[in-house]
């Protein structure tokens, strides 16, 4: 499966911005999904992740609240909804897909995740 991440660019902090994961090559429903992101200079770290059915949702500590990671695999779609973003918040986001059985134990570890989209650069101005 392909992915092509989009919807970054540059958002006033305290404002809202959606990513958006297209798949193709397979259809999405295959797939756990997951939202991952890297700051500069730092590590990549999990930020959301969704089950297959859309049913079951994970979040890092630092975005429960504010943002909401959902799909429409009609559409083979899955979103990030970014609110109240922070400068904090500035970073690449990643899209990932899982095709593990597992995924309630293994959300959170980028190595669950065979693909990947190429990244969109949320960029947060304070």
């Known amino acids: 499966v392909q992915l092509q991440a989009s919807g970054g660019g540059l958002v006033q902090a305290g404002g809202s911005r959606r990513l958006s994961c297209v798949a193709s090559?397979?259809?999405?429903?295959?797939?756990?999904m997951g939202w991952f992101r890297q700051a500069p200079g730092k590590e990549r770290e999990f930020v959301a992740a969704i089950s297959r059915s859309g049913v079951i949702t994970y979040y890092t500590d630092s975005v429960k609240g504010r943002f909401t990671i959902s799909r429409e695999n009609a559409k083979n779609t899955v979103y990030l909804q970014m609110n109240s973003v922070k400068p904090v918040d500035t970073a690449v986001y990643y899209c990932?897909?899982?095709?593990?059985?597992?995924?309630?134990?293994?959300?959170?570890?980028?190595?669950?995740?065979?693909?990947w989209g190429q990244g969109t650069l949320v960029t947060v101005s304070s």
């Open positions: 990932a897909a899982n095709p593990s059985t597992n995924f309630n134990r293994n959300y959170y570890s980028m190595g669950a995740y065979d693909y």
């Open positions: 090559g397979r259809a999405l429903l295959y797939y756990a």
